[in-house]
């Protein structure tokens, strides 16, 4: 079987040029001149391998690249990343936008070609049932600019949530600082109803929480401690028997560095409600962040225990 291959390439002497090569080594060429009309391409035909260019006018390389990578459809197709640039900084952009490859332009195209086979031959190795989608439910251009403005917000919206998190670990030392804080951090995004930090101290753990109204704080600490021992973690310091709560909906996220459990963190929804998965993303990434700031701050206290 010919495998298919789209180029997203805006220059037409490019376009020509890269086409032939790939065309003499074997393979079928779909060609767009804009990132935009390449993803409608890319839904209406499911290409096997997507080529692009990454300095286009309108949408670029790199965001082709995390769109196709962010969609369920697309995303198990190789992209490759071709461009004149060459720096370490271009290739390390590249590859955080989800590329499977970032190969600089050059005479004959020869690298090229050969990352073309090398993924196209690992893409066959792997039993994958392709269905061509109904060219009617293909996204327009504009659903396609929506979708890369909504990809782009949320990215930033994440890379906020990062920076505020990192934070914290200014205060590391102050660890009922740092729970303090990240409650408020927390609760200005989630709707919760309680949340819970539990913090592996060897010995024993320590939990801190923040309750609605309508959850008893000893409550709430049996249950994050219960959770905290079923998943290794030591008993808490306040140990409680009170086995009253018993949430329906929540959420709990290890907290772990290199396979050693540092802590987790359980937060309940509002009233019946589950969390969304948009919901669950923001627990992972500051859970990602946070295992940072516990290793700081137990480092911390192994120093001061030492003095």
């Not at 935009?36 to 260019?53: K, R």
């Not at 590859?95 to 990352?115: N, W």
């Not at 920076?163 to 951090?185: K, M």
């Amino acid at each position: 079987m010919t495998h298919r291959v789209l180029l997203v390439e805006d220059s037409p002497t490019q376009t020509i040029t890269i086409r032939k090569k790939l065309e003499a080594s074997g393979f079928t060429v779909l060609a767009a001149r804009t990132g935009a009309e390449g993803l409608v391409i890319a839904y209406n035909e499911l290409p096997d391998l997507i080529v692009s260019d990454v300095v286009m006018s309108g949408i670029n390389g790199y965001q082709l690249c995390r769109l196709v990578k962010n969609d369920p459809e697309l995303s198990n197709i190789p992209v490759i990343l071709l461009t004149k640039l060459d720096g370490s900084l271009d290739r390390f952009w590249g590859m955080k936008s989800g590329a499977d490859r970032f190969i600089p332009k050059e005479p004959g195209f020869t690298s090229l070609v050969k990352a073309v086979r090398e993924l196209l031959e690992d893409w066959s190795k792997e039993s994958r049932l392709r269905v061509m989608p109904e060219p009617s439910k293909a996204p327009t251009t504009e659903e396609i600019n929506n979708r890369l403005n909504q990809l782009l917000e949320r990215l930033l919206f994440e890379a906020t949530i990062i920076d505020e998190v990192r934070r914290l670990g200014e205060e590391a030392h102050n660890l009922p600082l740092v729970a303090e804080q990240l409650f408020d951090l927390m609760s200005a995004i989630l709707n919760y109803e309680a949340c819970g930090l539990l913090v592996n101290e060897s010995t024993e753990s320590t939990a801190l929480t923040d309750c609605g109204k309508g959850v008893q704080e000893r409550a709430f600490l049996s249950y994050v401690d219960r959770i905290g021992i079923q998943l290794g973690l030591p008993r808490s310091r306040d140990r409680h028997e009170d086995k009253t709560y018993f949430p329906q909906n929540s959420v709990t996220q290890p907290i772990d560095v290199k396979g050693k459990r540092l802590g987790l963190l359980v937060v309940v929804p509002a009233g019946d409600r589950a969390f969304k998965a948009g919901d669950l993303k923001v627990v992972r990434i500051i859970c990602e962040q946070l295992s940072v700031i516990l290793k700081l701050y137990l480092s911390h206290k192994e120093s001061a225990t030492r003095l």
